[in-house]
C-alpha cells in the first residue's frame, strides 16, 4: 500500500533554514509527480509547490518562491523541500502528497496519498 | 490566481440525511476540480477528482457535480464518521493549485 512519511519538522528561528524529507513506499515512485501542501495552526491547506516525475518540471507558489525548494532523489524514493530564510508565516504542518496521474497520462492533477505531516515552527 | 469560495462555511445536518456542499471558481476550471475530506489531526483524504470520479475506496454516498465554475458534493444518507471538514481543490490553471477555505459539516 501506499505509504507516505514525512520528517525534518521542528522549531527554527526566523530567517534559518530547514530540510524536510517525504519518504515513499507502495508505488513506484519515479513513475508520479508529487506535491508539498501545508496547513497553518486552525487555518485551511495551502499548496507550496510540486515536481514532475523526473524532477525537471518544478512549481512553487509565490509564497514560497525563491525560499523554497523542491527536489526528490529517485534512487532513495525520497522527496525534498530545503526551506531557506524562514518566516513566521511559515509555521504549518507540512504533508507531501503524491500526484493522482503518472508520467504516461501527461496530466498533472490532486494529491491522491497524503502524508501524516511533520509541523515546522518557526519562532524567536 | 483562481479563488475557490465554499458555502456555507458550516453545515449542521443531522444523521442519515443528506448534504450538499458547494464550490464556486473566480474562473472556470473546466472539470479540474477535487474534493478531500479531512478530520481532525488527520491528513486530508482525497473523495473526488474530475468534478466527479470517487478516489479508489471512496464509498457511493459520496458524490460530486458540476464543471466550469459550480461544483457541489453530496453527501446522502450521513454516517458518523461524515462529520468532518471538507476542501475543494482546482487544478485546471496553476500554479498555484488552489483551495477553497473549508466547509465544516457537523451534527445537527
Known amino acids: 500500500q501506499v505509504q507516505l512519511v514525512e520528517s525534518g519538522g521542528g522549531v527554527v528561528q526566523p530567517g534559518r533554514s530547514l530540510r524536510l524529507s517525504c519518504a515513499a513506499s507502495g508505488f513506484t515512485f519515479s513513475y508520479y509527480g508529487m506535491h508539498w501542501v501545508r496547513q497553518a495552526p486552525g487555518k485551511g491547506l495551502e499548496w507550496v509547490a510540486i515536481i514532475s516525475y523526473d524532477g525537471s518540471d518544478k512549481y512553487y507558489a509565490d509564497s514560497v518562491k525563491g525560499r523554497f525548494t523542491i527536489s526528490r532523489d529517485t534512487s532513495k524514493n525520497t522527496l525534498f523541500l530545503q526551506m531557506n530564510s524562514l518566516r513566521a508565516e511559515d509555521t504549518a504542518v507540512y504533508y507531501c502528497?503524491?500526484?493522482?496521474?503518472?508520467f504516461g497520462s501527461g496530466n498533472w492533477g490532486p494529491g491522491d496519498y497524503w502524508g501524516q505531516g511533520t509541523l515546522v515552527t518557526v519562532s524567536s | 490566481e483562481i479563488v475557490m469560495t465554499q458555502s456555507p462555511a458550516t453545515l449542521s445536518v443531522s444523521p442519515g440525511e443528506r448534504a450538499t456542499l458547494s464550490c464556486r471558481a473566480s474562473?472556470?476550471?473546466?472539470?479540474?476540480l477535487a474534493w478531500y475530506q479531512q478530520k481532525p489531526g488527520r491528513a486530508p483524504r482525497l473523495l473526488i477528482y474530475?468534478?466527479?470520479t470517487r478516489a479508489t475506496g471512496i464509498p457511493a454516498r459520496f458524490s460530486g457535480s458540476g464543471s466550469g465554475t459550480e461544483f457541489t458534493l453530496t453527501v446522502s444518507s450521513l454516517q458518523s464518521e461524515d462529520f468532518a471538514l471538507y476542501y475543494c481543490q482546482q487544478y485546471n490553471n496553476w500554479p498555484p493549485y488552489t483551495f477553497g477555505q473549508g466547509t465544516k459539516l457537523e451534527i445537527k
Open positions: 474530475g468534478a466527479s
Open positions: 474562473q472556470s476550471v473546466s472539470s479540474n
Open positions: 502528497a503524491k500526484d493522482l496521474y503518472n
